[in-house]
């Protein structure tokens, strides 16, 4: 198992920009893909970005594709959530997870961090 915690949250205006980070331990992050999710006040969980072990294979949400990067350094076992031109929509508690990639891409990761929330104002 692997322990996931997610910080960089934060208050932001439309139009601005935030990066998360997501540290991981307890196990060999280099082998496994990483993703991000969020969930709004009222929503179900939705994926945002994925990205294969190596780094090599990213997937996005198309509500965030053009906007958002995901990326990943495994020397340092950190994810990242670059995100640029936020809108108010994008306001969420916005979570990290492991996994295998077609369970991950399917919504079933195996771990999930805690959470952080991210709050675009208009």
């Known amino acids: 198992q692997v322990q996931l915690v997610e910080s960089g949250g934060g208050l932001v205006q439309a139009g601005g920009s935030l990066r998360l980070s997501c540290a991981a331990s307890?196990?060999?992050?280099?082998?496994?893909?990483a993703a991000w999710f969020r969930q709004a006040p009222g929503k179900r969980r939705e994926f945002v970005a994925v990205?294969?072990?190596?780094?090599?294979?990213?997937y996005y949400a198309d509500s965030v594709k053009g906007r958002f990067t995901i990326s990943r350094d495994n020397v340092k076992n950190t994810v990242y959530l670059q995100m640029n031109t936020l809108k108010p929509e994008d306001t969420a508690v916005y979570y990290c997870?492991?996994?295998?990639?077609?369970?991950?891409?399917?919504?079933?990761?195996?771990?999930w961090g805690q959470g952080t929330q991210v709050t675009v104002s208009s």
């Open positions: 990205i294969n072990a190596s780094g090599g294979r990213t």
């Open positions: 307890g196990r060999t992050f280099e082998d496994i893909t």
């Open positions: 997870a492991t996994g295998v990639w077609v369970r991950v891409v399917a919504g079933s990761p195996t771990s």
